[in-house]
């Protein structure tokens, strides 16, 4: 079945340093990606998407590359600010409209 | 974005006892909403997905007779457990979609209900 492994946290990073998430997936067909960010208290929010190989999902400063050829949907942000403190879920769905996630990454931004 | 509500926000019960949790879409119509549990320092693991007017389909492994999800109207799913116990206690996540979900349908997300069985 479709699965998706995402590297542990916590990450603590200083302001303005560069972030990467790695995620890659196991899915049979075209699955899209996806990034889900969980701030405090708050619900899963959709942080950005792809749909198809070689799309690039963006928002907010963050990026992520579907890679079909490493099965990966590495998160990036060149600059993390306090604010971007979040537990962060890497998503995919194939054919049908189940969501499968990993097991999210907490990141913690210090001044 | 659409917002979506989950009421309570955390709930402690007796073991034997039957706890509903709703799930409101606020301000558009879903047409498809999605249970979730997520145990701690895990992914988010579907329940079921349910549909306006019609019977929920539960994944596998999911006792579709403790874990009762009832869709009423195009903004409200309500997700009762039945004769409680501690195992069921988790984090219950609830989405919803407009259009079904899925590859190009986001799913909104509730905030989250703390279930604690004593």
């Known amino acids: 079945g479709d699965s998706v492994t995402q590297m542990e946290g916590p990450v603590t990073l200083s302001e303005e340093a560069f972030l990467t998430i790695n995620c890659t997936y196991t899915a049979t067909g075209y699955p899209s990606l996806f990034w889900y960010v969980q701030y405090p208290g708050e619900g899963l929010q959709l942080l950005l998407k792809a749909t198809k190989a070689d799309d690039k999902g963006s928002n907010k400063g963050f990026e992520a590359t579907y890679r079909k050829e490493t099965t990966s949907f590495h998160l990036e942000k060149g600059s993390v600010q306090v604010s971007d403190s979040a537990v962060y879920f890497c998503a995919l769905t194939g054919g049908g409209n189940k969501l499968t996630f990993g097991t999210g990454t907490q990141l913690k931004v210090e001044l | 974005g659409a917002v979506v509500s989950q009421h309570p926000s955390w709930v402690i019960c007796k073991s034997g006892t039957s706890v509903k949790i709703e799930c409101r879409s606020l301000?558009?119509?879903?047409?498809?909403m999605f249970w979730y549990r997520q145990f701690p320092k895990q992914s988010l693991m579907l329940m079921a997905t349910s549909n306006e007017g019609s019977k929920a389909t539960y994944e596998q492994g999911v006792e579709k007779d403790k874990f009762l999800i009832n869709h009423a109207s195009l903004t409200l799913s309500t997700l009762t457990v039945t004769s409680a116990h501690p195992e069921d206690s988790s984090f219950y996540i609830c989405s919803a979609s407009s259009q079904g979900g899925g590859r190009y349908n986001e799913q909104f997300f509730g905030p989250g209900t703390r279930l604690t069985v004593l």
């Open positions: 301000d558009f119509q879903a047409t498809t």
